[in-house]
């Protein structure tokens, strides 16, 4: 069984950036789909990107396209989510999240198709 292990959060002023790391233990990541969710206090839990293990294609919330960014390395077995022009409203506790998946499967955003969770890692922007 795949465990995720989050790290790089932090605080950081508007306009800053931060990169999220998502590493595995108990396997590789090979045959996943990734994806980094959110959650801001109050408030639903919300997804922010995934990647696909596999080629590396990926897929954006609206809310931070063109500002962040997801990536993976293979040699290191890691997830990275780079996070430039940081906003206050990106503040927030962010989750990696894995799903053994087949191929051409579809993007999936929804909390409930992934079943490999992290303990999370918190971003907080402000000024």
């Known amino acids: 069984q795949v465990q995720l292990v989050e790290s790089g959060g932090g605080l950081v002023q508007p306009g800053g950036s931060l990169r999220l790391s998502c590493g595995a233990s108990?396997?590789?990541?090979?045959?996943?789909?990734l994806a980094w969710f959110r959650q801001a206090p109050g408030k639903e839990r919300e997804f922010v990107s995934a990647i696909a293990w596999s080629g590396g294609s990926s897929d954006y919330a609206d809310s931070v396209k063109g500002r962040f960014t997801i990536s993976r390395s293979v040699t290191k077995n890691t997830v990275y989510l780079q996070m430039n022009s940081l906003k206050p409203e990106d503040t927030a506790v962010y989750y990696c999240a894995a799903k053994a998946v087949v191929f051409r499967t579809p993007w999936v955003r929804e909390i409930s198709f992934y079943d490999i969770w992290g303990q999370g890692t918190q971003v907080t922007v402000s000024s």
């Open positions: 108990g396997r590789t990541f090979s045959g996943y789909r």
